[in-house]
């Protein structure tokens, strides 16, 4: 449960218009209480690729990053860029400045339909530049955990032989 990491701010993949919905975002809104859609409402609605901060109310988690993904169509390098966007426009958060530590679920996977691995492979390449001292990515299934596995050891991989071919 993402809810339940030792985090400073946890990332919920949200609706465009930042109200509570279903699947993961009934499940913050829940556990933040009634202040979380009321602050949220006040920020939204926002475009795919873009994010927005609350209190986290209710939750031990002091943060909230309403983020905001495209829905996959047809995988069009519009989309692409858009859900990197997403993750990137967490890093550009003003009210995140100070914290050390925060959590990303797969953004985008669920009802949104991105592919996983595809998902997986534009979220990793996005944050591997993470700002924070601590970044952590909460996956709800053995199907996104072998995507992210994955994509993480090819990554790996690559760097190490990057490094190989130095001079």
């Not at 949200?14 to 109200?19: E, I, Y």
């Amino acid at each position: 449960d993402i809810l339940n990491c030792e985090v400073d701010a946890v990332v919920l993949s949200a609706h465009p218009t930042l109200m509570a919905g279903s699947g993961m975002s009934g499940h913050f809104h829940k556990q933040a209480g009634p202040k979380l859609e009321e602050a949220a409402k006040k920020l939204g609605p926002l475009d795919p690729g873009n994010s927005m901060v609350t209190d986290g109310f209710n939750l031990r988690i002091p943060l909230v990053v309403h983020a905001v993904a495209p829905r996959y169509i047809n995988g069009s390098e519009d989309e692409e860029r858009l859900l990197r966007d997403t993750y990137s426009s967490v890093f550009s958060q003003r009210d995140l400045a100070n914290i050390e530590s925060i959590a990303f679920p797969a953004i985008g996977v669920g009802i949104y339909k991105w592919p996983i691995g595809l998902a997986a492979s534009i979220a990793i390449s996005v944050l591997i530049s993470s700002p924070f001292r601590k970044t952590v990515v909460c996956l709800y299934d053995q199907e996104n955990y072998e995507a992210y596995d994955k994509f993480l050891a090819l990554m790996c991989q690559a760097l190490s032989q990057d490094e190989i071919e130095k001079p």
